[in-house]
């Protein structure tokens, strides 16, 4: 085959999958970014009378319904103060450079598959003057003893929770509570990389504001398991929030009016928030059924990582290559109207590939027999190992 045949085979597997997701009867999540103007709208016209007074004048450069938002995060993180930004790049930006002029140190230690590492390019150093070292580069969060022994001093600890390019992981609450321990006896601050802070609590067994008040400053995203159409907020001790909106106007940050953002993110705190427990739960469930199905289809390796997810979102490895499994994936979508994976496949070495499952309200209408059941039909339309 071609060069250019091959192209077009892949790109065809690829421009059929939004399409067959979207007619899929049967999926374990449907994500709002695959959704049109059309149907965010409306879902926004739906919900928006239940969350706020729309007869309130609209925001300009914050303050009411944005002020409303920030009041609400930080009642949910029981922190003194929160500010809306546009994104969570800047929030954290804006966060941990605030610490270094505190701390007199720039030096901010994270995971390497930390967001700002992996997906910012370079953000810190290049526009904030910030230096990343890595504590750690086991797939997992640093443990207490790294960041205890770590060699050279540091101002801040990031932590992503979960951290998602290891597949959503997150430590143990005893282990939490230890790595920050670590990090004070160093004098440095502890800040929160919170984007789906929200799905943690089932995990760790602890409400919202006992997991956010381990740390200094915690980031959180609106569009990451709340469905809201973007935007962030870093919550965190009054006076620090106040000069990180002085940063987020420097930053751009001042959007003149940001209330359709706003009113997605109260909607999503009002009807996703309380289901994401059930979420976790039922990820559980589904994940353990994945594992039975594929060890009954007779594959020679499949993992699902974690085991046992901590989160409602968590990875599947198979020994294939990601185009052959993106096209078993479609195939099932097309032909039977089952979505059980509708994402992307991303190559993990040779012959092996990973995606990510998300379990969201339309998973839960799954039982174990039905995931099993999907596996086999997904399998079978694999070419024999």
């Given amino acids: 085959m071609s060069d250019t045949a091959e192209q077009d085979e892949k790109r065809s597997v690829y421009e059929r999958r939004p399409a067959a997701l979207r007619v899929a009867r049967r999926v374990l999540w449907r994500p709002v970014f ?56 800047m929030a954290q930006q804006v966060a941990l450079r605030c610490w270094a002029a505190r701390t007199g140190n720039p030096t901010v230690a994270l995971h390497p598959l930390a967001h700002p590492e992996l997906h910012e390019r370079n953000a810190f150093s290049q526009v904030s003057g910030l230096r990343p070292v890595r504590v750690t580069s086991e797939p997992r969060l640093p443990t207490a003893a790294e960041t ?17 390019d290891a597949g959503y992981v997150l430590p143990s609450w005893e282990e939490l509570t230890e790595v ?78 940001q209330f359709p953002t706003a009113l997605a993110a109260l909607a999503g705190l009002e009807t996703e928030l309380p289901r994401l427990p059930d979420y976790v739960r039922h990820a559980r469930v589904v994940a353990a059924a994945l594992r ?45 109207s089952v979505g059980l994976f509708g994402r992307s496949w991303d190559r993990g070495g040779p012959d092996l590939a990973f ?16 995931v099993r059941a999907a596996v086999a039909g997904f399998v079978d339309r694999l070419p024999a190992p």
Avoid: N
């Fill in 180 to 257: 920050v321990e670590a990090a004070r006896e160093r004098d440095a601050v502890v800040h929160f990389d919170g984007a789906r802070l929200w799905e943690t609590t089932e995990h760790f067994g602890r409400p919202l504001d006992e997991i956010a008040g381990l740390a200094d400053t915690v980031y959180v995203s609106f569009y990451k398991s709340l469905g809201g159409f973007g935007g962030a907020a870093l919550a965190g001790p009054k006076t620090l929030i106040e000069e990180a909106t002085t940063w987020r106007h420097r930053y751009g940050g001042m959007v003149f009016q």
């Fill in 34 to 89: 695959e959704a049109t103007i059309r149907e965010r709208l409306d879902w926004l016209t739906r919900t928006a009378p239940q969350v706020y007074d729309l007869d309130e004048r609209a925001d300009m450069y914050g303050g009411r319904i944005v002020a409303a938002l920030e009041e609400r995060v930080a009642g949910l993180l029981g922190t003194e103060a929160a500010a809306f930004f546009p994104t969570g790049t």
């Fill in 292 to 336: 039975e199905g594929f060890a009954a289809a007779g594959l020679p390796w499949a993992r699902v990582q974690p085991e046992v997810p901590h989160t409602h979102e968590f990875r599947v490895w198979l020994p294939y290559d990601p185009d052959v499994l993106a096209e078993a994936a479609v195939r099932q979508m097309e032909e039977t």
């Fill in 355 to 370: 995606t990510e499952v998300t379990v969201g309200a339309a998973g839960l209408e799954w039982t174990a027999d039905d």
């Fill in 148 to 164: 205890r022994d770590f060699d050279e001093p540091f101002g801040a600890l990031m932590l992503e929770l979960p951290l998602r």
